[in-house]
């Protein structure tokens, strides 16, 4: 019997078929229960000579069934973990990544540009005070200037009695930087800049990047070196021609309005070339000028001893120009479709 148990056990494909045989064999109406209770009708002699037998057979078979149940265990964990394996070897599937956006892009390249000429970059807060946006800059409370800002101004005057405005150009960061550091000065500062303006080239937040640089002797010949220096490596164009107009700000004296020449390629306006020249012109690009002597009495520094010169320009405006854009809100849309159009794809 045990021969015959022990080879059925061994031959069990299932976990299923073996608790069959368990049943059959230890179970209540099983053959070696069956044998078992057999010793109860035996003489104390048989007893003694059939007991350990019926009892060995009955280890054996028991032993021989979970020996099979173990391996038939190990078999089908194995098989589990076989068909769970992770190749690791198979390629991820691709993450959405973003790109830099056209005016992240413009001012990294402005830091740059600016920072083999030796200047920093400063900042300052777009939550400014009036003092530092308008009064320092040789804008009084009645100057008509503050008008042409278009000013968000917050309904309440903070703390200390100063009146809070969004700032309306980079220009108060001019005023932070003298009072913080005091002279001589070379930097830029782009940044957010506010007004309450929208159509296709007006967004009510846009960016400029602000320059200025003070020191001894400086003179309007040294603003337009910069200003060409600047545009030649940013443009990447060596025939980058230069206009310079008289115009007004309130914070520069003289103030010039610099201007761009363009040539007509193929039906678009490139920069480059003398915009005089037949089928050229003129492109209005920035403001700048040599610092007023009261915006340095404002900022404590001695208009006698030291000069400057400052300008400020539209960053939105030199990326459209750069890269050939032609919707200044499109800039602030966040429509991958629009960066991926004009290369701006990850
Ligand atoms: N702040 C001026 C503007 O926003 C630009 C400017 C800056 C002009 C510095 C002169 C000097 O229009």
Known sequence: LETDARTRIAA?????DLESLRVEFLGKQGSVSALLKTLGGMSAEERQSEGPKIHALRAGVSDALSGRKAALEARALEAQLAS?????TLPAPEAPRGSVHPVSQVMDELAEIFADLGFAVATGPEIEDDWHNFTALNMSE??????????FYFPDVD????RMLLRTHTSPVQIRSMVAQGAPIRIIAPGRVYRSDSDA???PMFHQVEGLVIDKGIHLGHLKWTLETFLKA???????????RPSYFPFTEPSVEVDVGWQDVNGRRVLGGDGDAPGHGWMELLGSGMVNA?????????????????????????AMLKYGMDDLRAFFDGDQRWLAHYGFSP
């Open 12 to 16: 069990a494909e299932t976990l299923a």
């Open 84 to 88: 769970e394996t992770l190749d690791l």
């Open 142 to 151: 009645t100057h008509p200037a503050r008008a042409m800002h278009d000013t």
């Open 159 to 162: 703390a200390e009695g100063r």
């Open 201 to 203: 080239t007006h967004t």
């Open 234 to 244: 940013f443009f990447e164009r060596d025939d980058i021609v230069l206009r310079l």
């Open 294 to 318: 009261r915006v340095l009495e404002f900022a404590g520094l001695d208009p006698a001893e030291w000069q400057g010169f400052a300008f400020g320009i539209g960053v939105d405006r030199l």
